[in-house]
């Protein structure tokens, strides 16, 4: 009895060794990452890599084919903008993010959808306007930073300055977790769950 407990247990540890994910390595350099780790940016193909610190601190410039995304997460508790000021950016649903891109010399509007970002017609009037109200959105950096904006809750908006692979996480995040029209009970808790740890990872600025 004893012995076919324990190979039982032998058993459910192999799975579980077998099962596990390869580490993650720096996809410039080849060296195995730890779970927190350095992500860069193609500006162009808007591509994300895993890096390593040393790597990363070579494009610490922006100079180069990649960026290097800042991890600093800011809650901008003050944000203005009012529900006229969201219609007039034309967006589907009540969340985006919005960045500036170098590669095509504007501001860019992105929402996250079942099959992955969309991108919005911005006008830049409406844009311009809520810059003029919002200062600190003059201090995105290009490529890398973003107004990540939730309005799923109107009585609770919630406005973030988040580094753009945030962004693009949880575009993955409704990717994998999406079913139906509505997008089930579970994605939602997932996208609550996803504001909630954005919000205790950020500092607040006004």
Known sequence: MYLSQRNNAFTKLRSFIRERK???????CKVELGRMHQHLIDPVSRAIVCSCEACSMLF???DGKYRRIPRSIRFLKDFKMTD???ESLLIPINMAFFFYSGSVGRVVAFYPSPAGPTESLLPLESWNEITEANPVLKSL???TEALLVNRVKKDDPQHFIAPIDKCYELT???RAYWQGLGGGSEVWEEITKFFTELKKQARVEK
């Open 22 to 28: 390869p580490a993650e390595k720096c996809e410039l």
């Open 60 to 62: 610490f410039t922006g």
């Open 84 to 86: 006229a000021g969201w």
């Open 141 to 143: 950096e290009e490529d």
């Open 172 to 174: 993955g995040l409704i």
